[in-house]
């Protein structure tokens, strides 16, 4: 797809109030239902090939293969040949000392991609490390060279950056969209551990796109990474800042899912032997009527599944009824809307927790539904008048 072509396409897709998403994948089944769903465009990228091997992202880091070997590989069979009406954006390993910058680029592009994105980019990488590798001429400037050639070659680009010098150096390149990488994704069995919180991304998110809006006021300006993981977390940045177009997400897209959903399915077919006529699933199955009155059922449910995803809108499915019939029926009889009935079963089980247990409080959140820390304690307070630290503390005293 043309350069200009993609750019008319987010332009229009902004100018009629919509985000920009961008999933950066190793997979051609991502990339299907990924185009499927209405992604704008794909990046494909060596992490996301070892997250399929069921690696953490870091792995695109370590010397266990040539990256722009792996991305050509996999990409030219997997995912070239499958998505047709969607920008395929290349993981440059720009910094690799067997590839010609230019020559590549221009294999790059006669193979079918649409643009390039720098990645995997040194500018993850910090302490003395970092330093040693900018020494030795690896450093994030030849980065900035690989978009300015791609950017020559008319081709659509995609920028990591980690700060406003960054940002300041891919605009002068010519890069089209400015992505605030955020660091590694947090959430799941395999996210990073240590992960800004939301607070400390807005705030460095909002310097670079000011420093972005100073020189390129047309720049596309996305986020990437770190503790941006689900749509309420997007949702917080675009409420915190107007210049924010849109999302690009990896581990969010294809391996937190899988995780969770192959996780919960395992499980189920192991107790499926084990299940009598009173078991939940099985009164699901028979068909909700026969054994409930609506209401009842949802009850029931979130509280053997308070600690999962719940989809309300799955739940009037199972029962045959319109969302908005179950809606309706569920605030009439028990007095308030599902969603807040559902935080404060939550709220209410973690209290129970706290008093019965000496819990990381963290934990806690994963235990009553909250993948996000700072959610659960911002619900707490809202319910029970403190924090979840201070609830404890007037506990055990």
Request: aromatic share 10%; hydrophobic share 40%; charged share 25%.
């Amino acid at each position: 797809m043309e350069r200009e072509k993609i750019l008319e396409d987010i332009k229009i897709q902004t100018k009629n109030g919509n985000h920009i998403i961008g999933v950066a994948t190793g997979t051609g089944m991502t990339a299907k239902y990924a185009e499927k769903g209405g992604a704008d465009f794909l990046l494909v990228l060596n992490s996301g090939r070892f997250r399929q091997m069921g690696r953490s992202s870091l792995a695109g880091f370590l010397p266990f293969c040539n990256s722009n070997d792996m991305v050509m590989d996999f990409a030219s069979k997997e995912i070239i040949p499958l998505v047709k009406d969607m920008p395929i954006i290349f993981g440059f390993n720009a910094t690799d000392p067997t590839k010609n910058i230019e020559s590549y680029i221009d294999k790059i592009k006669d193979m079918g991609f649409s643009g390039i994105n720098n990645y995997p980019t040194v500018g993850l990488i910090d302490s003395q490390f970092g330093e040693a590798l900018e020494e030795a001429g690896c450093h994030y400037l030849i980065e900035v060279e690989a978009i300015r050639v791609a950017h020559a070659k008319n081709m659509f680009t995609v920028a990591f950056v980690f700060n406003e010098i960054q940002a300041e150096q891919m605009i002068n390149a010519g890069a089209d969209a400015i992505c605030v990488h955020l660091g590694l994704t947090g959430g799941g069995l395999l996210g990073a551990k240590k992960v800004f919180s939301l607070e400390a991304a807005k705030a460095k998110m909002e310097k670079i796109f000011n420093k972005c809006n100073e020189l390129n006021p047309d720049a596309i300006k996305l986020i990437y990474g770190g503790p941006v993981k689900t749509p309420i977390d997007v949702q917080y940045m675009y409420s915190n800042n107007d210049a924010l177009m849109g999302y690009i997400g990896g581990s969010a897209f294809e391996r937190i899912p899988s995780e969770k959903s192959i996780t919960n399915i395992t499980k189920a077919f192991k107790v499926s032997a084990q299940l009598d006529e009173d078991d939940l699933l099985l009164k699901m199955l028979d068909g909700v009527t026969k054994h409930y009155n609506y209401v009842e059922f949802v009850k029931e449910y979130v509280a053997q599944n308070y600690m999962n995803d719940i989809s309300f809108l799955d739940l009037a499915k199972v029962a045959h009824v319109s969302r908005g019939y179950l809606s309706s029926l569920f605030k009439k009889e028990v007095g308030c809307s599902f969603p807040e009935y559902l935080v404060k079963f939550r709220i209410n089980k973690a209290v129970e927790i706290i008093n019965k247990e000496n819990i990381q409080l963290s934990d806690l959140a994963e235990l009553v539904g909250y993948q996000d820390y700072a959610q659960f304690s911002k619900m707490f307070k809202k319910y029970k008048g403190c924090s979840p630290k201070q609830f404890r503390s007037k506990n055990i005293t």
